[in-house]
C-alpha cells in the first residue's frame, strides 16, 4: 500500500500539467490574428468545441469512443498481464513463444482494420477487438520482461517456502513486475487513441473519428479543429488518470532513494580497494 501523501500527489500532477498549459497559452496568442481559412484562430475553435459539446452530438461521439478505449485496453491489459505472467515464468515457453512475439509485435495494426471491419462490420465490437490487439503487445512483452527481470534469489526464496504456483504469481511475481507492466500500459494507450481514431474513420456512424471525417468533408475546418483537440484532451486526460493510478500503486517503487554513491576525487589505495 502506498503511503505517498495527497499533496505529494498532487505537486506530481501539477508537474505534469504546467507546460501543456503552456503551450496553450503560446498557441492562443499565436493564433489570436489568423484569417487562414485553414488555421483559425484558436478560441474560434474552443468555442466550437464548447458548443458542439453542450448543443451538438459531440458528447455521444466521446462516450462511444471512451467506451472503446476503456473496454478495449481492459482487455488487452487481462490477457496481456496473464499470459505475460505465465510465460515470463517459464524459460522454456518463453523461448520457445519469443519469435511468434516478435513477428507479432512487428506487424503493423493499423493493417488489419480494412479487413477487420470488413469482416466484423462497424459496431463497437470490431473496435474493441482491434484496439485490444494493438494494445496487447506491449502489454505482454513488457509483462513477460518484467518478470525476467525480477531478481533470481526472490524466486529462489519463494521456491524454499515451497509457495504454491499460483499464490507466488498473485503475490510475489505480479507486485516485482507491476513497474514493467505499467510501463506497458502507457505504450499500450497511446496505440488504443490511434486505432480508435482509425477504426472510427474507416467504417462507424458514430465516434471521435467519424466527427472529424465528417466535418473535414463539409470543410467545416474549425469543427475539424475541435475533435481533433477533443481527441489530445481525451488522450492526455487518460495518460494523467493512468499516472495517478501508477503512484498509487506503485508507491514503494516511485519513493525509493537513489543508491548511495561514493566520491571517486581521487584513485583508491590498495588497502581502501580491499575494503
Given at each position: 500500500?502506498?503511503?505517498?501523501?495527497?499533496?505529494?500527489?498532487?505537486?506530481?500532477?501539477?508537474?505534469?500539467?504546467?507546460?501543456?498549459?503552456?503551450?496553450?497559452?503560446?498557441?492562443?496568442?499565436?493564433?489570436?490574428?489568423?484569417?487562414?481559412?485553414?488555421?483559425?484562430?484558436?478560441?474560434?475553435?474552443?468555442?466550437?468545441?464548447?458548443?458542439?459539446?453542450?448543443?451538438?452530438?459531440?458528447?455521444?461521439?466521446?462516450?462511444?469512443?471512451?467506451?472503446?478505449?476503456?473496454l478495449g485496453l481492459a482487455l488487452a491489459t487481462v490477457v496481456?498481464?496473464?499470459?505475460?505472467?505465465?510465460?515470463?515464468?517459464?524459460?522454456?515457453?518463453?523461448?520457445?513463444?519469443?519469435?511468434?512475439?516478435?513477428?507479432?509485435?512487428?506487424?503493423?495494426?493499423?493493417?488489419?482494420?480494412?479487413?477487420?471491419?470488413?469482416?466484423?462490420?462497424?459496431?463497437?465490437?470490431?473496435?474493441?477487438?482491434?484496439?485490444?490487439?494493438?494494445?496487447?503487445?506491449?502489454?505482454?512483452?513488457?509483462?513477460?520482461?518484467?518478470?525476467?527481470?525480477?531478481?533470481?534469489?526472490?524466486?529462489?526464496?519463494?521456491?524454499?517456502?515451497?509457495?504454491?504456483?499460483?499464490?507466488?504469481?498473485?503475490?510475489?511475481?505480479?507486485?516485482?513486475?507491476?513497474?514493467?507492466?505499467?510501463?506497458?500500459i502507457r505504450v499500450a494507450l497511446s496505440i488504443a487513441v490511434?486505432?480508435?481514431?482509425?477504426?472510427?474513420?474507416?467504417?462507424?456512424?458514430?465516434?471521435?473519428?467519424?466527427?472529424?471525417?465528417?466535418?473535414?468533408?463539409?470543410?467545416?475546418v474549425p469543427e475539424t479543429w475541435a475533435g481533433t483537440v477533443?481527441?489530445?484532451?481525451?488522450?492526455?486526460?487518460?495518460?494523467?488518470?493512468?499516472?495517478?493510478?501508477?503512484?498509487?500503486?506503485?508507491?514503494?517503487?516511485?519513493?525509493?532513494?537513489?543508491?548511495?554513491?561514493?566520491?571517486?576525487?581521487?584513485?583508491?589505495?590498495?588497502?581502501?580497494?580491499?575494503?
Amino acid at each position: 500500500m502506498s503511503t505517498r501523501s495527497p499533496a505529494a500527489l498532487w505537486q506530481s500532477l501539477l508537474k505534469q500539467l504546467w507546460l501543456p498549459v503552456l503551450c496553450v497559452a503560446v498557441l492562443l496568442l499565436a493564433t489570436a490574428g489568423s484569417t487562414s481559412f485553414y488555421f483559425p484562430p484558436a478560441t474560434d475553435v474552443l468555442a466550437t468545441l464548447w458548443r458542439e459539446l453542450l448543443h451538438g452530438g459531440l458528447v455521444g461521439d466521446l462516450l462511444f469512443s471512451l467506451r472503446n478505449i476503456a473496454l478495449g485496453l481492459a482487455l488487452a491489459t487481462v490477457v496481456g498481464v496473464g499470459a505475460g505472467l505465465v510465460i515470463g515464468e517459464i524459460d522454456l515457453l518463453r523461448q520457445a513463444t519469443g519469435p511468434l512475439l516478435d513477428f507479432a509485435r512487428a506487424t503493423p495494426t493499423v493493417a488489419f482494420v480494412p479487413v477487420i471491419i470488413l469482416t466484423l462490420g462497424i459496431g463497437s465490437g470490431p473496435k474493441i477487438f482491434l484496439i485490444a490487439l494493438g494494445s496487447l503487445w506491449p502489454i505482454l512483452l513488457n509483462t513477460i520482461s518484467g518478470v525476467h527481470g525480477i531478481n533470481p534469489a526472490v524466486h529462489e526464496t519463494a521456491r524454499g517456502y515451497r509457495i504454491p504456483w499460483r499464490l507466488r504469481l498473485s503475490k510475489v511475481v505480479l507486485p516485482g513486475a507491476l513497474p514493467q507492466i505499467f510501463a506497458g500500459i502507457r505504450v499500450a494507450l497511446s496505440i488504443a487513441v490511434v486505432l480508435m481514431v482509425v477504426s472510427e474513420i474507416y467504417g462507424s456512424p458514430v465516434g471521435l473519428g467519424n466527427f472529424i471525417l465528417q466535418s473535414g468533408s463539409g470543410f467545416a475546418v474549425p469543427e475539424t479543429w475541435a475533435g481533433t483537440v477533443l481527441i489530445g484532451i481525451l488522450g492526455y486526460g487518460l495518460s494523467v488518470l493512468l499516472l495517478a493510478a501508477e503512484y498509487l500503486l506503485l508507491g514503494w517503487y516511485h519513493q525509493r532513494p537513489p543508491r548511495a554513491r561514493r566520491p571517486m576525487s581521487r584513485p583508491l589505495s590498495r588497502s581502501e580497494a580491499k575494503t
